[in-house]
């Protein structure tokens, strides 16, 4: 059984600050890794991806992959109160259209 | 690019009837797409995979008499709630990843389909 790892939370942080937050998961020949974001009573939305070890940037987000730890995070510097949504991490673990594995969400709070 | 569109956004029907949502890819094809749902404050849960022009693959536990699942075409898979009863209300989001893209692209999300059985 595949699986996808995450703290439930809630994970509070102050505004502006660094919001960290992981995932491990079970299988060793997983291949791609993704952060999708979902507002309450919203669909989620993809926010990062990565691929190979290290970290991923992309505006207020970096992505870190250790795939010889099976461990990813995502932090989410200068942290707003909009930010306040459940990110779910989710890997590819097969090939072709195989789903991806969903963890079940890590339940982030900024206090404005 | 990668759009999902999925309707209707929401949807109020009465106890033994049935809802069909429908869920297309408005940039891309698509082989495969997925239907999940969710329940309040709880996990996204994948229900079916629907693949284009054969059987739906159903997660254990899912009745595929009761949620019947076509992939008619390379954007197009719809859902249909077969005689909805008020358990069946939730949350259900369709998603796809584009063909062309290979075994590492991401899923897309469509919007969601909110769904009330009176």
């Known amino acids: 059984q595949k699986e996808v790892e995450q703290n439930s939370g809630p994970l509070s942080v102050p505004e502006g600050a660094i919001a960290s937050l992981n995932c491990t998961y079970s299988d060793r020949g997983s291949q791609s890794f993704f952060w999708y974001r979902q507002y309450s009573g919203k669909s989620p939305e993809l926010i990062m991806s990565?691929?190979?070890?290290g970290d991923k940037e992309d505006g207020r987000f970096t992505a870190q992959l250790n795939k010889a730890s099976q461990y990813v995070s995502l932090l989410i510097r200068d942290s707003q109160p909009s930010d306040s949504a459940t990110y779910l991490c989710?890997?590819?673990?097969?090939?072709?259209?195989?789903?991806?594995?969903f963890g079940k969400g890590t339940r982030l709070s900024v206090i404005a | 690019g990668a759009v999902v569109s999925q309707h209707p956004s929401w949807v109020i029907c009465k106890s033994g009837t049935s809802v069909k949502i429908e869920c297309r890819s408005l940039?891309?094809?698509?082989?495969?797409m997925f239907w999940y749902r969710q329940f309040p404050k709880q996990s996204l849960m994948l229900m079916a995979t629907?693949?284009?022009?054969?059987?739906?693959?159903?997660e254990q536990g899912v009745e595929k008499d009761k949620f019947l699942i076509n992939h008619a075409s390379l954007t197009l898979s719809t859902l249909t709630v077969t005689s909805a009863h008020p358990e069946d209300s939730s949350f259900y989001i369709c998603s796809a990843k584009p063909m062309t893209g290979g075994d590492n692209s991401p899923l897309h999300f469509g919007n969601g389909t909110r769904l009330t059985v009176t």
């Open positions: 629907s693949n284009e022009g054969s059987k739906a693959t159903y």
């Open positions: 990565i691929y190979s070890n």
């Open positions: 940039d891309f094809q698509a082989t495969t």
């Open positions: 989710a890997v590819n673990a097969g090939s072709g259209n195989t789903p991806l594995v």
